[in-house]
């Protein structure tokens, strides 16, 4: 599976973006699927995470609310729609994929297979 995130930008405090994540080869479906922030000297760090049925979706608190993962299967493809952008959401989103019924916590970067390679969100305020 190779993933290519796209759609981060520079944007003022407020703004909306949407991020996706398409795989170029391979299917997602049997994966679940999710987003990762890196902040200048920070670690990377769970955003949020959709199963692979797509029946569940989980969030990093700073974030509820404001922004939404989903999924279309049939396009290989994994969103993050975020809006009210904060200038605390400046980071490197990186997409992952995990296999299905695989060990391991959604929340852990540790535990993804497979990566995408970053897209750069900037909020100014």
């Known amino acids: 599976v190779q993933l290519q995130a796209s759609g981060g930008g520079l944007v003022q405090a407020g703004d909306s973006l949407r991020l996706s994540c398409a795989a170029s080869e391979g299917t997602l479906s049997t994966y679940s699927l999710a987003w990762f922030r890196q902040a200048p000297g920070k670690d990377r760090a769970f955003v949020s995470a959709i199963s692979w049925s797509g029946d569940y979706t989980h969030y990093v608190g700073s974030v509820k609310g404001r922004f939404t993962i989903s999924r279309d299967n049939a396009k290989n493809t994994v969103y993050l729609q975020m809006n009210s952008l904060k200038p605390e959401d400046t980071a490197v989103y990186f997409c992952?994929?995990?296999?299905?019924?695989?060990?391991?916590?959604?929340?852990?970067?540790?535990?993804?297979?497979?990566w995408g390679q970053g897209t750069l969100v900037t909020v100014s305020s």
């Open positions: 992952a994929a995990k296999r299905r019924y695989s060990a391991g916590s959604i929340y852990s970067s540790n535990d993804y297979h497979y």
